[in-house]
């Protein structure tokens, strides 16, 4: 268990909440963002913490700062927009990253949080909202070493298993890696489950097959619930957040000069069923949108 810390926090959707209820389990004074796209936040205020109008007003009352946004749009804005954090920043504080993001545009926001007198790390996650709750997230950290050592007692309040990948940035490169790999691996596998049903393939007979051989994995199980019984709970991840993330990874890839024609591929896919209008449907549902097309 850490120190308690003053952390503010800005985005209390699914995952942010989870990592609030956590940080309150072990004592750490708590203030948030008030924001319409916020999960209910009753119990977070029974808890004993305190709702902030601006993002400037959240960064002057904390010595940490977490951003639990969607993409980079959204941390540019709630860092440097006016009323932003960077105009209530204290000398020192900690600005934690916990988005996906690009990570060109990562190593320009630590500049520009250094310039105003703070500091600033990437700690992508992985794992669920429930995890987040247990206080059992991953993390993937980019940080200078003595910042990673300096935070991660208040990391390990809401975070299981916690890599540090380097300097800033390395975060979110390792995040949009593992993510490529994870929704890559979901196409591939919602295609092959459509076009089994179209060839009058059982799905108890696929899910077998896969299962004890070359299609086993944690993929497989987040799908097999759908697959099984039309129930998309196994991974609750929308598709408009497949379409950006496999977006950014194309991104990062081309920044480096990296080859990426199969995840230019599955980022059409996912434009295409987005284009479609089915951008707030979970992920395990890309099943059912392909078995009629």
């Not at 709702?51 to 860092?79: D, F, H, M, N, Y």
């Not at 092959?192 to 097959?209: F, K, N, P, Q, Y």
């Not at 995840?263 to 395990?284: C, F, K, S, T």
């Amino acid at each position: 268990m850490s120190k308690p810390y003053r952390v503010g926090m800005v985005g209390i959707g699914l995952m942010g909440h989870g990592i609030a209820i956590s940080l309150l389990r072990h004592n750490h004074e708590l203030c948030f963002l008030d924001h319409p796209g916020n999960q209910p936040v009753d119990d977070l205020l029974g808890k004993g913490a305190v709702l902030k109008r601006s993002a400037r007003e959240v960064a002057e009352a904390s010595e940490v700062i977490i951003l639990c946004v969607t993409g980079t749009p959204q941390v540019e804005s709630v860092l440097f927009e006016p009323g932003g954090v960077v105009e209530g920043l204290e000398s020192g504080a900690i600005v934690i990253d916990c988005s996906t993001a690009i990570p060109s545009s990562t190593l320009r926001i630590a500049e520009r949080v250094a310039e105003a007198g703070g500091q600033f790390l990437d700690a992508a996650m992985t794992r669920t909202p429930k995890e987040a709750a247990e206080g059992r997230l991953n993390l993937i950290v980019g940080a200078p070493d003595e910042l990673f050592r300096d935070v991660l007692p208040l990391l390990q309040d809401f975070a299981e298993n916690i890599t540090h990948g380097g300097p800033v940035g390395s975060g979110h490169k390792l995040k949009l890696l593992h993510n490529y790999v994870s929704l890559g691996f979901t196409a591939v596998l919602a295609e092959a489950a459509s076009a089994a049903r179209h060839a009058g393939i059982a799905d108890d007979v696929l899910l077998e097959v896969l299962g004890n051989g070359g299609g086993a994995g944690v993929v497989l199980e987040r799908l097999r619930p759908f697959i099984a019984a039309d129930d998309p709970s196994g991974f609750r991840f929308s598709l408009a957040n497949t379409l950006k993330d496999v977006g950014y990874y194309n991104a990062m890839a081309e920044d480096v000069k990296a080859p990426h024609r199969v995840a230019e591929a599955i980022e059409a896919l996912y434009r295409e069923v987005n284009d479609q209008g089915h951008g707030d449907r979970l992920a395990p549902e890309l099943i059912r949108i392909l078995e009629k097309y």
